[in-house]
Nanobody, 121 residues
């Protein structure tokens, strides 16, 4: 089982910045894809940004140009730099990792507990 622990959420004014971090631990051969999802009150969880082990990134249109995802494969961490924050970015942000087990298949998914990001207008 892989455990993910997020940090870095908080309250910020519109136009401000926050940096989220997520660290993975546990038994795994490798992590293929690391992502940040978010869930606003009353809405479904949505993908914000994703990054492969090779460094390819993908962003939701709503965060493109403002958020930057990065990862350190050796440290098994993924960060999300969020700039020019808007009130509509307010949500619980979840880290997700898709990984391969030792002596087993790939495609397993693990979630962090979530960290609250609140943006005031």
């Amino acid at each position: 089982q892989v455990q993910l622990v997020e940090s870095g959420g908080g309250l910020v004014q519109a136009g401000g910045s926050l940096r989220l971090s997520c660290a993975a631990s546990g038994s795994m051969l490798s992590i293929n894809v690391m992502s940040w999802y978010r869930q606003a009150p009353g809405k479904e969880r949505e993908l914000a940004a994703t990054i492969t082990s090779g460094g390819q990134t993908n962003y939701a249109d709503s965060v493109k140009g403002r958020f930057t995802i990065s990862r350190d494969n050796a440290k098994k961490t993924v960060d999300l730099q969020m700039n020019s924050l808007k009130p509509e970015d307010t949500a619980v942000y979840y880290c997700n990792a898709v990984y391969c087990k030792y002596f087993g298949p790939c495609g397993f998914s693990s979630w962090g507990q979530g960290t609250q990001v609140s943006v005031s207008s």
